[in-house]
């Protein structure tokens, strides 16, 4: 089983920028691919950005939408990752989530097995 805990969500205004946490724990923490998604209200949720590890190398992919101003990264040792999110628009306004795949980088929802509570993102214009 995977535990996966979001935090750092909160109100920022348009042009700023938070970081979500996301603390993996269970199942070591390299088997498994993170990706992000976020769903706003009366929308389906959608794919944001994941990160996944080949040997020793790692590897991202971001939605168009965030491609840019978004930035993924990883503490191995503390087994979390962390979005950075920049140049915020009220239309990245959403409840985000972190979730665990084995697959490698993962951009469908039903890829993934493992999802985190998520946190609350609100951009203000």
């Known amino acids: 089983q995977v535990q996966l805990v979001e935090s750092g969500g909160g109100l920022v205004q348009a042009g700023g920028s938070l970081r979500l946490s996301c603390a993996v724990s269970g199942r070591s923490f390299s088997t498994y691919g993170v990706g992000w998604f976020r769903q706003a209200p009366g929308k389906e949720r959608e794919f944001v950005a994941a990160?996944?590890?080949?040997?020793?190398?790692?590897?991202?992919y971001y939605a168009d939408s965030v491609k840019g101003r978004f930035t993924l990264s990883e503490n191995n040792a503390k087994n979390e990752v962390y979005l950075q999110m920049s140049s915020l628009k009220p239309e990245d306004t959403a409840v985000y989530y972190c979730?665990?795949?084995?697959?490698?980088?993962?951009?469908?929802?039903?890829?993934?097995?493992?999802w985190g509570q998520g946190t609350q993102v609100t951009v203000s214009s």
């Open positions: 990160i996944s590890r080949s040997g020793a190398s790692t590897h991202t």
């Open positions: 979730a665990a795949s084995v697959h490698f980088i993962a951009k469908i929802r039903d890829e993934y097995a493992y």
